[in-house]
């Protein structure tokens, strides 16, 4: 028995159906039914059967933050896909991601390790790997600085690492992989996601920062190979290109037909922005737009580096150019759908 948490998100969607493609018996964790309707939607962009293979799924009702709901649903488990977590840029969050990736990681150790499961793998963030001093590739060797002026998210990501590695000093093999932005089809109304309605939309502005970008696709064919594998205890990034937000601001424009935008937004903007943003969200209580951390990243160059997985197991990474392809056309392909019921 497979378990997968976070199954109803945009990596445990995509891993779900792979898994069911290679047969597996799986169980998967859920929170609401709504949720599963997202899952059966990112099928639909693989098969006209997917009401049929959701059915195959152990769905399994609980919260990874509460011990008595998990306890049960590591019965009979021999594999862990742990791919929940909160993902948030607003302070305010921070306390309930604290909540959700470390201490909901350290229940879901402490049940594996009771359970006896051979093996975990942890979705992880490049936003815990280490940055690089000199401007040279970051690779899994660059340590992560505790004294840096971290984002929460970022923080609390290096926190479930933690104790992913307690696992694996308890007898349980793990494996971490720590993706850059994953581009993926079926959640377009948050997250990364949200970049494809935008520019669908006329987004006007792009900045010039770098990071590394990755297919959803590619990050779950490596999860699924190094569980298969005899690979214990190790990390590895997964980043197909490193490409600026306007690199890709504009490939997805031009997959969709429309115009690019037009507008680089300097870094002296976003600085102002975000503290405007945040004196309004005080006012209005709401979610600020843009918070000092996300407008940081919108212009800092983080170049990253996947060699190590390709030296451990047969693997290549997708192009960036025909990731957003795809996902355009599911993008626009998801307009004219009728919600699933």
């Known amino acids: 028995m497979i378990l997968v948490t976070g199954g109803t998100g945009l990596v445990g969607a995509h891993l779900l159906y792979h898994l069911l493609k290679n047969d597996e018996k799986i169980r998967a964790i859920y929170r609401s039914e709504e949720r599963i309707k997202k899952v059966q939607q990112v099928f ?11 059915s195959k799924i152990e769905w399994f009702k609980a919260d990874i933050t509460d011990v008595p709901s998990m306890i049960p649903a590591f019965i009979g488990v021999e594999k862990v896909y742990h791919c929940a977590a909160f ?14 990736n470390i201490h909901g990681t350290a229940i879901i150790v402490n049940l594996a390790i009771d359970a006896k499961v051979n093996k975990i793998c942890f979705v992880g963030s490049i936003a815990s790997v280490g940055d690089s001093l000199k401007g040279e590739l970051i690779t899994e060797e660059n340590e ?3 004294e840096s002026d971290n984002s929460g998210y970022s923080i609390t990501k290096f926190g479930a690492e933690m104790e ?26 948050a997250g990364s996601g949200k970049i494809f309605s935008q520019v669908y939309n006329g987004l006007k502005y792009y900045t010039e920062g770098v990071t590394g970008f990755v297919g959803v696709k590619d990050v779950v064919d490596a999860m699924i190979k190094l569980m ?12 197909s290109e490193n490409k600026s937000f306007k690199e890709i601001f504009f490939s997805i ?9 037009t507008n680089n937004i300097k870094p002296w903007q976003t600085a102002i922005f975000w503290k405007v943003s945040w004196v309004l969200s005080l006012v209005s209580r709401k979610e600020p ?22 030296k451990t197991i047969p693997f290549q990474f997708e192009k960036i150019d025909t990731v957003i392809k795809e996902v355009s056309q599911k993008y626009v392909k998801s307009l004219s759908e009728i919600p699933l019921n």
């Open 44 to 54: 639909s962009y693989y098969t006209d059967d997917a009401a049929a293979l959701i």
């Open 87 to 100: 993902i948030s840029f607003n302070p305010k969050d921070y306390r309930e991601m604290r909540k959700v």
């Open 144 to 146: 992560w600085n505790p």
């Open 164 to 189: 992913i590695w307690r696992a694996s000093q308890e007898g349980v093999d793990v494996v971490i992989v720590n993706p850059g932005v994953i581009l993926g089809s079926g959640f377009f109304a």
């Open 228 to 239: 298969n594998s005899s690979v214990k205890n190790e990390h590895f990034i997964l980043v």
């Open 253 to 261: 424009a031009d997959a969709f037909g429309k115009k690019r935008p």
């Open 289 to 310: 737009l843009l918070s000092k951390y996300s407008a940081r990243s919108a212009h800092s160059v983080s170049k990253y580096s996947s060699e190590k997985i390709k």
